[in-house]
């Protein structure tokens, strides 16, 4: 099963799979970053935004905010839960937008599913496109040379009378510039145990890579992977919180 077609026959549990998700945590520590880095604006664009959890943030904190994705039942679904955005079925790689913005924003590794490297430089373009000057571009990635095959999270959640557990982990095969992330859900019930298994092809880059596609259009800032507090990248993990502001 592909993976848009596991999220959309799936769509009315996706928020329960990612019920450990701190939303509020990751959405109020970027909008630290734009206030430290932006350029005061309010305008936002959230990529990849699922079924809005991030969206919904953005505009309690007062943001004009909207997100787009390429899943439409997703955005359905954020839709009702934030009816005063405005949300869009496009493509990260390749999405237009009616009026300048002066944040756009893309968190759960959302960006590794641009389809290679030559798709992730035409994303990076689009957001440089879609931002003012000094508008900020906010997201989260892992590097490639960092991927532990072997690591994963799991946790579970109960719903409508049966327990769902979902399980997740990156796999890179030490070459090339593709990674998948591995995803399994069980869902049991009192008379039945359905499993879905699912690989997401992802593209694989490792920091140096990243930041020389960045670097003709921001100035790069980099952040340890922890939304409650602003530490600069010690280069020693894998992961980190990519800021970067439009020149």
Not at 132 to 158: M, P, R, W, Y
Request: charged fraction near 20%; include cysteine; glycine fraction near 6%.
């Amino acid at each position: 099963m592909s993976a848009n077609a596991l999220y959309t026959d799936l769509s009315d549990y996706y928020d329960l799979m990612c019920a450990d998700i701190d939303y509020q945590a990751q959405s109020h520590g970027i909008h630290r970053l734009q206030q430290i880095f932006g350029n005061n604006g309010n305008m936002h664009l959230d990529l990849a935004c699922g079924t809005g959890p991030h969206v919904r943030h953005f505009i309690n904190f007062g943001y004009q905010s909207g997100g787009l994705d390429i899943n439409q039942p997703m955005l359905d679904r954020a839709g009702i839960r934030c009816p005063e955005a405005q949300f869009s079925l496009q493509n990260m790689s390749d999405f237009v937008v009616t009026e300048p913005l002066d944040l756009i924003t893309c968190f759960l590794y959302s960006i590794h599913y641009c389809d290679g490297i030559n798709k992730l430089k035409e994303c990076i373009v689009s957001v440089h496109n879609a931002l003012k000057v000094g508008g900020v571009f906010c997201f989260n990635v892992v590097d490639k040379n960092h991927i532990d095959n072997a690591s994963f999270v799991e946790h579970s959640a109960v719903s409508e009378d049966s327990v769902f557990t979902f399980r997740s982990g990156w796999n890179y095969s030490g070459t090339g510039e593709k990674q998948s992330l591995k995803l399994s859900i069980e869902k049991a019930s009192a008379d039945e145990t359905l499993i879905w298994h699912d690989e997401h092809p992802m593209v694989a880059f490792n920091f140096t890579q990243l930041k020389k596609a960045l670097q003709p259009y921001f100035e790069i800032y980099v952040f340890e992977h922890d939304y409650e507090t602003i530490t600069p990248w010690a280069e020693k993990s894998g992961n980190a919180i990519f800021t970067c502001v439009k020149i």
